[in-house]
Nanobody
């Protein structure tokens, strides 16, 4: 019954910004390790950003460091992804995901996550 719903995607020009949101229901959000992934047509789903449940520590793929910021608001069961200085290569369907299993510090593999949203489209034009 755990459900994740993303929103906030859209069409922007190079250098623009977007803020994605993911609302989680049906589970204990505050104990989940949350992540954002993205997938372009014909390509593998790739890790973008993660946030640990224990201390809210964050980590990112190299190509988005300094431009993207992941955060969460436990009271609203919501995780965010602020994207600045967007580039055409950021164009993809962005997915929110939740992991409930323990044993790792960094969750960068899609198979680490048990729950997924339906995705929100981000398109960056040049």
């Amino acid at each position: 019954q755990v459900q994740l719903v993303e929103s906030g995607g859209g069409l922007v020009q190079t250098g623009g910004s977007l803020r994605l949101s993911c609302v989680v229901s049906g589970g204990t959000f505050s104990t989940y390790h949350m992540g954002w992934f993205r997938q372009a047509p014909g390509k593998e789903r790739e890790f973008v950003a993660g946030i640990r449940w224990s201390d809210s520590g964050t980590y990112y793929r190299d190509s988005v460091k300094g431009r993207f910021t992941i955060s969460k608001e436990n009271a609203k069961n919501t995780v965010y992804l602020r994207m600045n200085s967007l580039k055409p290569e950021d164009t993809a369907l962005y997915y929110c995901a939740a992991a409930t299993s323990a044993g790792k510090y960094y969750y960068t593999n899609r198979y680490d996550y048990a729950y997924w949203g339906q995705g929100t489209q981000v398109t960056v034009s040049s």
